[in-house]
Each structure stands twice: as structure tokens, then as C-alpha cells.
Nanobody, 126 residues
Framework: EVQLVESGGGLVQAGGSLRLSCAAS????????IGWFRQAPGKEREGVSC????????YYADSVKGRFTISSDNAKNTVYLQMNSLKPEDTAVYYC???????????????????WGQGTQVTVSS
């Protein structure tokens, strides 16, 4: 059974940092994409960042470029999202998701991802 478990969310002041973790299990940590998404109240789920497990290629939404960094530790089956210079508009529930298809794309379209974690709340106070 594929499982994705997020951790690391919390409350932080604007300008602060958080590191989210996504622990994956139930599949071979080989060739696929892991993405981070977020959803704020009343808004659609949006892609934040994504990484390919095979070549490490990445995607970032324009709103987080230069502030967020995605990385993976294949030995630990874990993907991280380092979030720096956080802003109140980053407040949302953050989800990680996996695209295990053979023709995955490294991108931010949530419809491309088949497996989702339960989410972790990130709140940035002004």
C-alpha cells in the first residue's frame, strides 16, 4: 500500500523558515515524481514544487522560486521542502503527492498525481 506522510508544519512568523518532510512507503523509491502542493481556505490546490527521483530535476511555482527548495533522500525514502522567507500568503495545508506513472512529468498539475498524503498545516503570521 502506497503511503505518504507529511510532517514539519507549524506556526512561524513572517520571514521565518520551516522544513517539511514527506516519508514515502509502499513502492520502490526509483523512478517517479514527488510533488508538494498547498491549499488555502477558499482556494484551489496549487502545485508548489516537484522533484524527479531519477534525475533530480525540479519544478517550482513562480510564487516560491528563490525561497523554497525541494530535495530528496532516496536512502530514507523521504522528500523535503525547505521553506525560507515565509510570507503570510504561504499559509495553507501542504500536501505531498506521488506520480508513479512511467511517463510522469515534473510539474505542478495536481491531476497528474495519484497518491496523496493527509497534509500538514503551515501558518505564517504577519
Amino acid at each position: 500500500e502506497v503511503q505518504l506522510v507529511e510532517s514539519g508544519g507549524g506556526l512561524v512568523q513572517a520571514g521565518g523558515s520551516l522544513r517539511l518532510s514527506c516519508a514515502a512507503s509502499g513502492f520502490t523509491f526509483d523512478d517517479y515524481a514527488i510533488g508538494w502542493f498547498r491549499q488555502a481556505p477558499g482556494k484551489e490546490r496549487e502545485g508548489v514544487s516537484c522533484i524527479s527521483s531519477s534525475d533530480g530535476s525540479t519544478y517550482y511555482a513562480d510564487s516560491v522560486k528563490g525561497r523554497f527548495t525541494i530535495s530528496s533522500d532516496n536512502a530514507k525514502n523521504t522528500v523535503y521542502l525547505q521553506m525560507n522567507s515565509l510570507k503570510p500568503e504561504d499559509t495553507a495545508v501542504y500536501y505531498c503527492a506521488a506520480d508513479l506513472s512511467s511517463d510522469y512529468e515534473v510539474g505542478g498539475d495536481p491531476d497528474e498525481y495519484d497518491y496523496w498524503g493527509q497534509g500538514t498545516q503551515v501558518t505564517v503570521s504577519s
